[in-house]
């Protein structure tokens, strides 16, 4: 974790002092988004100077409302980009930019209940670094297409579809599908969404790569490298 962070300070050095720094974390569903990104911000709310933090503010918060997704008929394709409101998190990352001394409010997505909680996450003007991970941070497709110019760093968590179709489908039984649903919910959605994700791996400026740790300090070690 320690080359990663070392990233984000000098990026952030790099920046106006009042302004923020927000590097995103891209990568299939499954592949370890949200672990890395905890991970990154525990790191760094070590090491920044006194009255500076780091947070985590995921695109999930932007799932359209499952009243809408029925009305679509996209319910059972929840994931998908259709299923998200790029417009609600491109104006965020815009207010993130031209406010850095507002404190802002984001959603925050729960497992539990399937859907967004408004205003769930605090951005306080203390909050200089921002971590935001999510599938389609680089889509490079109708409004996705905004996205990757106002973040300050991108970097594509490398995974493999053999690697993330288990956790996949461990994740959805956790949620309550039966083993044969989560295996038809990631073989209809998950899969071909990691297809499309691979797609925007060459926009991300680096590569990181999730290496299982033996020792103490995690589970994994991170290697990021230009791309």
């Known amino acids: 974790m320690e080359q990663l962070t070392k990233r984000v300070l000098a990026g952030l050095s790099r920046v106006p002092a009042d302004n923020r720094f927000v590097v995103g974390i891209v990568g299939f569903p499954g592949a370890g988004k949200s672990t890395l990104s905890g991970g990154l911000v525990d790191a760094l709310n070590q090491v920044l100077p006194a009255g500076q933090r780091a947070q985590i503010v995921p695109m999930d918060g932007y799932h359209l409302p499952n009243e809408s997704l029925d009305r679509l008929g996209l319910r059972s394709l929840k994931g ?7 417009v609600g998190f491109i104006e965020l990352l815009k207010k993130v930019r031209r406010s850095p001394a507002q404190t802002l409010f984001a959603p925050a997505f729960d497992r539990s209940i399937d859907g967004s ?17 999510g599938n389609y941070l680089l889509l490079d497709q109708d409004k996705w297409r905004e996205i990757a110019e106002l ?23 956790e949620g309550g599908r039966s083993l044969d649903a989560a295996i038809a ?43």
């Open 151 to 173: 973040l300050d760093d991108s970097w594509f968590l490398d995974a493999s579809i053999e690697i993330i179709r288990p956790r996949l489908i461990e994740r959805h039984v």
């Open 117 to 133: 909680i408004p205003d769930a996450l605090r951005i306080s003007a203390d909050v200089k670094v921002i971590v935001t991970e």
């Open 80 to 86: 998908i980009p259709d299923t998200f409101d790029p």
């Open 185 to 227: 919910k990631v073989e209809s959605t998950d899969i071909p969404n990691a297809c499309l994700i691979e797609k925007t791996r060459s926009r991300a400026r680096a590569l990181v790569k999730a290496i299982p740790n033996s020792g103490p300090g995690g589970a994994f070690q991170y290697e990021i490298s230009e791309q």
